[in-house]
């Protein structure tokens, strides 16, 4: 069974989000890990589409679907860079179902990788790629993150320079807007990931909005940090 709360966005009257967790059961099951069962699935929507929200998550009062649930590598990254193949297969014992790298195949050979992922069950459902890496590194990263069958790839933070009201922002966008047709033709969508500043207000409007105000969804899309 699941616990599931709505509420309002603090930043937004006008948006909603769901929080969907496991509930523990008394004897602490272990089918996906006790770490697994403590997590977290968030979605924000607007109020126009709660209807088909419940009718997606929610048959006959209940959940009816399973969640599958990936990991930031970034969090277990010490362990990556010292030991890939035994993280990865602790990461899957636990019972996660995929996992985001946020620095490329850590050192093992592409093919290598995939095949350990596979042969664990993690789909390599997004990844970390700096801007910086983008835009001087792009064909190479996109080929990479399509063979390993990644279907986002995320800019995990934007540095000052990079971001909305910044001098150069202009340069910014237009290249997000070429790394965001680029990837989509390589089967990859664009994400980002924000953090905290982007909720500073330029011109009365929150950055994060003042970006994807000036991209287009095929462009850009959110991957939400709710922490």
Do not use: W
Request: hydrophobic share 35%; charged share 25%.
């Amino acid at each position: 069974s699941f616990n599931l709360t709505i509420r309002r966005l603090p930043f937004n009257n006008y948006m909603y989000y769901i929080s969907i967790s496991p509930k523990m059961s008394r004897d602490g099951e272990k089918a996906r890990g006790n770490f697994i069962k403590k997590q977290k699935f968030c979605l924000v929507f607007h109020p126009k589409n709660i209807y088909n929200v419940m009718q997606y998550f929610c048959i006959s009062g209940g959940i009816s679907m399973a969640l599958p649930i990936a990991i930031q590598l970034f969090g277990v990254r010490d362990f990556m860079e010292k030991d890939p193949q035994k993280t990865l297969e602790k990461i899957a014992e636990m019972g996660y179902d995929g996992i985001e790298p946020c620095a490329g195949t850590y050192g093992m050979e592409p093919k290598a990788f995939r095949a350990l992922c596979d042969k664990l069950g993690l789909d390599v459902i997004s990844a970390h790629v700096s801007y910086h890496t983008l835009i001087t590194d792009l064909e190479n990263q996109l080929c990479l993150y399509q063979s390993l069958g990644t279907k986002y790839i995320a800019y995990p933070y934007m540095v000052e320079g990079q971001r909305p009201g910044d001098p150069d922002y202009d340069t910014v966008l237009e290249n997000m807007r070429r790394i965001g047709k680029a990837s989509r033709a390589h089967g990859i969508q664009m994400l980002y990931h924000n953090h905290d500043f982007e909720f500073e207000k330029i011109g009365g409007q929150y950055k994060l909005e003042y970006q994807f105000d000036h991209l287009t969804p095929e462009e850009l899309q959110a991957e939400l940090d709710t922490c």
